[in-house]
């Protein structure tokens, strides 16, 4: 069995980390940016839309969007550090997969 280094290797860590923040930062202004057309649509489709109807709806799809971002940026983690082949290599030793 290959044993991977994963986020124990330092330089391995910080680059896994890096891009880890990198996914989060564009995504952030990604999210800032639908969830401002969003409420924009919202705001220009309606008559009289509450501010606190506006802040509420601009709060969820931002923080919505930004939650799916980093639980996917979690996974691209997981899998480059080598984790899930780990993870997979320790189940096909204790486990017959065929079960």
Same mark, same amino acid.
């Given at each position: 069995m290959e044993q991977h280094q994963g986020l124990s290797d330092p330089q391995a860590a910080q680059f896994a980390w890096r891009r880890f923040r990198t996914i989060l930062f564009y995504m952030? !202004?990604?999210s800032? &940016?639908?969830a401002g057309a969003g409420v924009g649509l919202i705001w220009y489709g &309606?008559?009289? !839309?509450p501010w606190i109807f506006a802040a509420f709806s601009f709060g969820g799809i931002y923080l919505t969007l930004l939650m799916a971002a980093a639980l996917m940026g979690l996974m691209f983690l997981s899998n480059g550090t080598g984790h899930d082949?780990?993870?997979m290599d320790f189940a096909e030793g204790a486990h017959s997969l065929d079960d």
């Open positions: 952030n !202004l990604a800032l &940016s639908i &309606s008559d009289e !839309l082949k780990d993870v």
